[in-house]
């Protein structure tokens, strides 16, 4: 079956950077794109980034363009999220999340995709 | 971006009850709407895709519906593992989330 898991969260002092790692199983991860997305303590979902099957294609959400990158090594079957320039606003659990639908093209229009799985999510907590 | 608006924020209903949640949308998403389901201190689970249709696994007391701006979750008798918070999301454009609907036990 699926499975994803996150790694590599923590306390950071804010202007500092920390990567994120999820480790994936259970299916073909180089046919899926895959993607960020976190929640704050008590708050809703928030999706961060997208990166395509191949690694070709990345967004961002406004909130972290410029100073987050997701990245993908497919022959560790792993998910990446570099962080930079950390804020207290960025305190928050981070969620790997696949996609739905296998071979999904993204392009610029952001027309995206439904999550069928997540990891259990890791915790950034960004304070001084 | 599109902006979701889940109503109500809460729902109190007892075991066995029909929920009905609703997602409406500040412009139109089409059928692409998703519903997912968190319990505390866990990841959300995909509960429906594109507007209806039932993910792998999802009980059929879970269904969805709606088009263009308003949809609905309706859970068809609540079972108790049922009371958790529901989220949607749209993929017409980069995701985003509504607020959510918290199911509790009335």
């Known amino acids: 079956q699926v499975q994803l898991v996150e790694s590599g969260g923590g306390v950071v002092q804010p202007g500092r950077s920390l990567r994120l790692s999820c480790a994936a199983s259970?299916?073909?991860?180089?046919?899926?794109?895959m993607h960020w997305v976190r929640q704050a303590p008590g708050k809703g979902l928030e999706w961060l980034a997208v990166?395509?099957?191949?690694?070709?294609?990345?967004y961002y959400a406004d909130s972290v363009k410029g100073r987050f990158t997701i990245s993908r090594d497919k022959s560790k079957n792993t998910l990446y999220l570099q962080m930079n320039s950390l804020r207290a606003e960025d305190t928050a659990v981070y969620y790997c999340?696949?996609?739905?639908?296998?071979?999904?093209?993204?392009?610029?229009?952001?027309?995206?995709?439904?999550?069928?799985?997540w990891g259990q999510g890791t915790l950034v907590t960004v304070s001084s | 971006d599109i902006v979701l608006t889940q109503s109500p924020a809460t729902l109190s209903l007892s075991p066995g009850e029909r929920a009905t949640l609703s997602c409406r949308a500040s412009?139109?998403?089409?059928?692409?709407l998703a519903w997912y389901q968190q319990k505390p201190g866990q990841a959300p689970r995909l509960l429906i895709y594109?507007?209806?249709n039932t993910a792998a696994g999802i009980p059929a007391r879970f269904s969805g519906s709606g088009s263009g701006t308003d949809f609905t979750l309706t859970i068809s008798s609540l079972e108790p593992e049922d009371f958790a918070v529901y989220y949607c999301?749209?993929?017409?454009?980069?995701?985003?989330f509504g607020g959510g609907t918290k199911v509790e036990i009335k």
């Open positions: 999340a696949k996609d739905g639908v296998r071979l999904y093209y993204y392009d610029s229009s952001g027309f995206s995709n439904f999550f069928d799985s």
């Open positions: 259970g299916f073909t991860f180089s046919a899926f794109g």
């Open positions: 990166i395509s099957y191949d690694a070709n294609n990345k």
């Open positions: 412009q139109s998403v089409s059928s692409y």
């Open positions: 594109d507007a209806s």
């Open positions: 999301q749209q993929r017409n454009t980069w995701p985003t």
